[in-house]
């Protein structure tokens, strides 16, 4: 009987082909065709936007973007830790409430979320203004690296703590008092039991804010001003204002190579994945 | 008993990293001055500039009408195709699941330049109906992928039992399988609404001329520096967003809740 | 033959080129308790699910009540299923899920409600119409699923192991009631179970399959007592089964002994299994059994003991009242009626 309900999936086998499958080989095609490149007969492949893609300037943005994500995605993980430990001890009553807590601020709109910080950490913004009130010098904040840095962290750090929190609530508790019983103390209670337990977690929440925060072209717009530019301002530039799209397609593969790549790695810790459907 | 207070205080740290600078936020776009930094008074006069913000007004309608229709849509393409691909096995159904999951995983800015290639290619018009589709495509994978664990979770053995009392398999896909995942459903069709009102970068790459939505005119504003009205707009935004929340938490947990105490009656 | 209302005739059914039910023919009676016995994968299930109609079989006929019915949908077959786990509509209360079928059929309200109060009343539930699914013990769902099927006033009713997520003791309570209740309603009854002892208490005729294949069908007593080959005497209760030799007619040889038996019309010298029911082997004081063996492990069962008592390297299975402590020699003795032979299985 299953056999004629599956031709329900049928139209919509067109449409991703269409929708999704389809635009994908295009950024495929132009990536690996010249700009002269019009209608099939004048087609032309070349691998010239990759290789221009390896010259010292895109790679130093590729690289610089690679090191603003990582370095946020560590200290995402160094304050988002504790966070889902906390979480994960806290009474059942309270959990849903402090979860709740840390998933609202993603269903804000991303744009208002960095907008919020633009106002705080301008020259001319309540941080500054707070430091000149109790005595202190002001100084400039906003359109800096750091800015960018803070302005991913706050973004994404819900993505580390979620799946964290998971992977530590599904832990066995009386592996805790196993090890308690066969007379570990506390702190190689964490390092041999709840560390290693939580990694598969550690590890989706890595990917989960790496991910995002390599591709962003929001946040380094907003709160880096010109200081930094990142992959994702450099597509957007290509695309938007230079028109380059054969150069800026062979980016955007490679930042999807990037990106299925993690997936695929996080697909083998293989966690939960309805913890990430949720999170999404 | 001190690691209870330092637990409390370290979450009230997070916390309050999470949620005062939209605190922030709405409290200024109640401010009288532009100033960011001093409070000069109590003034709705930013939310009065915002409605008679003509290209604001504009935006807003896009962005709603936007939603609505690919909310709409969505979901009952999502629904349709969630019941296919359930009934399909093996390596066709982990094809069509890899290919419906790469808008989720993909950067938005990939899927955003891929339509946009996409609509370029096939001569489209760039405005309303590019932004729409646009939406419908990246909104229905997660209309699927929230309707799918439902229809997992349905007995497989619900449809033959109504077909066995006599239901020809339509009847049974409308008066058992559609109730049944009903929670999905409605769960898929409220992520595909917030998405669609949320969205920017996709949105950024496929609008055309004179179709923005909220997202677009924030952008635009903040590039030119900061300005009370998209205070007064956020605000309006994230209490419209944060209604929301709460209302789908709500149905969930009641969900949750109503089945809890139905056992403990038993 | 118009006493028969369900006639399979050699069905086969693959799934991945895997042989599932390989040329299955049989006849179900009406009014008959008919049950399909056998361990898990054996084809019982597949059986039901053609007859029910979730499955087409890939070569034989289905007939019902004398009439093809291989390409009639579920939907259309005058039969109706009670499944494993209920497959009780959720969204739906009690009162709901019984008048499922007689909705379809476009009745009238007054006429449904007459009849699902009926069948709520026949199944102790007369206040729990209004109930949702999900407040309802196993048991309780368990009478809705047989209702919800039977006010639809089906000739055959499909029990797909119907009792097996109920624990023991209700277990049995449903086992007569259900018997009780295909006897009042005179419907064909054809249940699947891998309960040897649930087929027994319930059926009229037991259908005992192995590996797609029907290995006997008969009444309880027949198959009990009459094992065709050793899978069915091991399935139907325990049993000892051992390798013999044929002498002679009613003669046979198993551990180095001459035994006396029942059986005859095999051929001489022809190897064959020998069965032995637990029950059927008697102690007797050391010396004074035909068979001599030390007891290696007692269990006390409540009725009887059960005891593993090894004799001449074979590992006898006894069930007795009498009890010999481990250890102790005893002698085993057997009348030429307790001696099962049957052909070599593979």
Same mark, same amino acid.
């Given at each position: 009987m299953k056999d004629r309900t599956k031709y329900f999936a049928y139209p919509y086998v067109v449409w991703i082909f269409l929708f999704i499958a389809l635009p994908a080989f295009l950024v495929l095609l132009y990536s690996s065709t010249t700009k002269e490149s019009n209608g099939l007969t004048t087609i032309h492949f070349t691998l010239e936007n990759y290789k221009k893609f390896f010259q010292p300037i895109y790679l130093n943005i590729l690289w610089d973007s690679i090191y603003l994500a990582a370095v946020s995605t560590v200290i995402c993980l160094i304050l988002g830790y504790p966070a889902a430990l906390i979480i994960s001890n806290t009474h059942v009553s309270k959990r849903n409430t402090l979860l709740f807590l840390c998933i609202l601020p993603m269903w804000m709109n991303m744009l208002l979320r960095t907008y919020a910080w633009m106002t705080i950490l301008g020259n001319n913004g309540i941080l500054n203004n707070f430091f000149a009130f109790i005595g202190l010098p002001t100084f400039n904040m906003l359109y800096t690296r750091g800015a960018t840095v803070m302005g991913m962290v706050?973004?994404?750090?819900?993505?580390?703590?979620?799946?964290?929190?998971?992977?530590?609530?599904?832990?066995?508790?009386?592996?805790?008092?196993?090890?308690?019983?066969?007379?570990?103390?506390?702190?190689?209670?964490?390092t041999k039991v709840i560390l290693p337990l939580s990694m598969p977690g550690v590890i989706s929440g890595i990917i989960m804010v790496f991910m995002p925060a390599v591709s962003t072209f929001i946040i380094p717009q907003l709160l880096g001003g010109n200081k930094s530019m990142m992959i994702g301002n450099l597509v957007e530039k290509l695309f938007i204002l230079n028109g380059d799209w054969n150069f800026g397609s062979a980016i955007s593969m490679v930042m999807m190579i990037i990106i299925l790549l993690s997936m695929s790695i996080m697909n083998k810790f293989d966690i939960d994945k309805e913890g990430g459907a949720r999170l999404w | 008993m001190v690691k209870k207070y330092l637990s409390k205080i370290y979450m009230g740290i997070i916390f309050i990293f999470l949620y005062a600078p939209i605190l922030?936020?709405?409290?200024?776009?109640?401010?009288?001055?532009?100033? %960011?930094?001093?409070?000069?008074?109590?003034?709705?006069?930013? !939310?009065?500039?915002?409605?008679?913000?003509?290209?604001? %007004?504009?935006?807003?309608? !896009?962005?709603?009408?936007?939603?609505?229709?690919?909310?709409?849509?969505?979901?009952?393409?999502?629904?349709?195709?969630?019941?296919?691909?359930?009934?399909?096995?093996? %390596?066709?159904?982990?094809?069509?699941?890899?290919v419906n999951y790469l808008p989720v995983v993909n950067p938005d800015i990939v899927t955003g330049i891929s339509l946009m290639i996409l609509y370029i290619s096939f001569n489209m018009d760039f405005g309303f109906n590019t932004m729409l589709l646009s939406h419908i495509v990246f909104s229905t994978p997660y209309v699927i992928l929230s309707i799918l664990p439902k229809l997992k979770q349905l007995d497989v053995h619900m449809t033959e039992a109504a077909m066995d009392l006599g239901a020809t398999p339509m009847y049974a896909l409308r008066k058992v399988i559609l109730p049944e995942i009903k929670p999905g459903i409605i769960t898929g069709f409220l992520m595909a609404f917030t998405l669609s009102i949320d969205d920017f970068i996709i949105s950024y790459f496929t609008k055309g001329e004179g179709v923005t939505n909220l997202s677009i005119v924030i952008y635009s504003m903040a590039r030119r520096g900061v300005r009370p009205t998209i205070n007064a707009l956020s605000t309006i935004m994230l209490t419209v967003v944060l209604l929301l929340m709460i209302l789908i938490n709500k149905r969930t947990n009641g969900h949750e809740k109503s089945k809890k105490t139905n056992r403990s009656e038993v | 033959m118009d006493n028969v209302i369900i006639q399979l005739n050699n069905i086969?059914?693959?799934?991945?080129?895997?042989?599932?039910?390989?040329?299955?023919?049989?006849?179900?009676?009406?009014?008959?308790?008919?049950?399909?016995?056998?361990?898990?994968?054996?084809?019982?299930?597949?059986?039901? %699910?053609?007859?029910?109609?979730?499955?087409?079989p890939d070569e034989g006929e289905v007939y019902f009540d004398g009439q093809l019915i291989n390409d009639i949908p579920p939907f259309k077959r005058q039969l109706n299923t009670v499944f494993q786990k209920y497959a009780l509509f959720p969204h739906l209360n009690v009162y709901e899920n019984i008048a499922f079928g007689l909705r379809i059929k476009k009745m009238d309200e007054k006429n449904i409600s007459t009849k699902v109060e009926r069948m709520l009343e026949l199944f102790n539930l007369k206040n729990y119409g209004k109930r949702r699914i999900d407040q309802l013990s196993g048991g309780q769902q368990q009478r809705i699923a047989i209702a919800r099927a039977l006010v639809n006033e089906p000739k055959v009713l499909l029990l797909d192991e119907p009792l097996g997520a109920l624990d023991l003791k209700l277990r049995k309570e449903m086992q007569h009631e259900l018997k009780a209740m295909q006897k009042q309603l005179g419907i064909t009854f054809i249940y699947v179970t891998h309960d040897q002892e649930e087929a027994l208490t319930m059926s009229d005729t037991i259908v005992v399959m192995n590996d797609g294949i029907i290995q006997q069908m008969g009444s309880p007593i027949d198959i009990y007592n009459e094992p065709e080959n050793a899978f069915v005497a091991d399935f139907i209760g325990e049993s000892n089964i051992l390798s013999g030799v044929m002498i002679d007619d009613y003669l046979v040889e198993f551990l180095g002994k001459r035994f006396e038996c029942l059986d005859a019309g095999f051929g001489r010298g022809e190897e064959v299994d020998v069965v032995i029911r637990p029950e059927d082997l008697d102690l007797t004081p050391a010396g004074e059994g035909k068979l001599e063996g030390i007891v290696k492990s007692v269990i006390f069962k409540g009725v009887h003991y059960e005891m593993d008592i090894d004799a001449r390297g074979f590992e006898f299975l006894v069930h007795s009242t009498d009890m010999a402590p481990v250890g102790a020699t005893v002698g085993l003795t057997l009348t030429p009626d307790d001696i099962h032979i049957m052909e070599k299985g593979d």
């Open positions: 706050y973004n994404f750090i819900p993505f580390m703590i979620l799946p964290i929190y998971t992977a530590l609530s599904k832990m066995d508790k009386g592996l805790l008092e196993a090890a308690d019983d066969l007379g570990a103390d506390k702190k190689t209670v964490f | 922030v936020l709405a409290v200024f776009s109640f401010n009288e001055s532009k100033s %960011r930094g001093n409070w000069t008074g109590f003034s709705l006069k930013w !939310y009065i500039e915002l409605f008679h913000d003509h290209d604001i %007004r504009s935006a807003f309608y !896009y962005t709603i009408t936007i939603a609505i229709i690919t909310a709409i849509v969505s979901t009952v393409l999502g629904t349709i195709a969630a019941i296919g691909i359930n009934a399909i096995k093996g %390596r066709q159904k982990a094809l069509i699941l890899n | 086969t059914k693959k799934f991945d080129g895997e042989i599932i039910l390989d040329d299955i023919t049989l006849s179900v009676k009406k009014n008959e308790f008919v049950t399909f016995l056998g361990p898990s994968g054996c084809g019982k299930t597949t059986t039901l %699910r053609i007859i029910g109609g979730f499955e087409r």
